[in-house]
């Protein structure tokens, strides 16, 4: 089995966040401790809007008008799943309160890789069918997924990409870099059911089932290499 390293877990939350951005002040008491920065997004429309990031070290909640972002970066290979989700439901409670509109879609996505060698390259080739194509075997790899399911009564799209890249390792002397094989998972509700459905405990327990098929996903790949 090949270690899988994660570094990043997003739940995103799509609707109508005006009611955050304008009580800002009373939402930034709820993350003491935290930096806020301010910034401008420009809508459809061309209207200038403000967005805020509300961060410490390595979380964030990204308040955008129509979009929220609850970002987790994984400090290192002991860091886990339940890490983010504390996080994320902590943020929840935080911000329930200040919301006054439903929301329409929910995403969870994840970031994370293996090293890259001769011998889970190859497999994971074969296990793509990208070898002996073109009579020899692949060099690089980049391979995207969609499988349509149902969770929580939901049309869900369940991205997968796997593709090779580079990481520089940082726990050494010498920052070097290293070849990998990123595994990521992008698993959302559908973009056409734009119905606002979700209280943001609801969006939370959505997320949560959604980081588990994309869990199950990962680990079936990995079982095969």
Known sequence: MNNLVNVQSVFATFGNFSSLISNIEAVKKEFEGFEVAQQ?????????????AIHKENKAVIIRSSRMD??????????????FLKFAFEAVNKLESHL????SRVSYSNVAFIEKNEENFKKLSTLFNANNIFGKDASELQ???????EVDNESINAVFLTQDGRVT???TATPEPLAVIFLN?????????????????????VM???????????????NNL
């Open 40 to 52: 401008n997004e420009t809508l459809p429309n061309g209207l200038q809007v403000p967005f805020y």
């Open 70 to 83: 609850i970002q987790y970066g994984y400090a290192d290979q002991n860091d886990s799943f339940d890490s």
């Open 143 to 149: 391979v995207r997924l969609n499988n349509i399911v």
């Open 169 to 171: 390792k940082r726990n």
């Open 185 to 205: 998972n992008d698993i959302n509700t559908l973009a056409e059911n734009r119905e606002p459905r979700f209280t943001l405990k609801d969006s939370y327990k």
């Open 208 to 222: 949560s089932d959604l980081l588990m098929l994309a869990n199950e996903r990962t680990n079936t790949v990995l």
């Open 100 to 103: 006054n509109a439903k929301l």
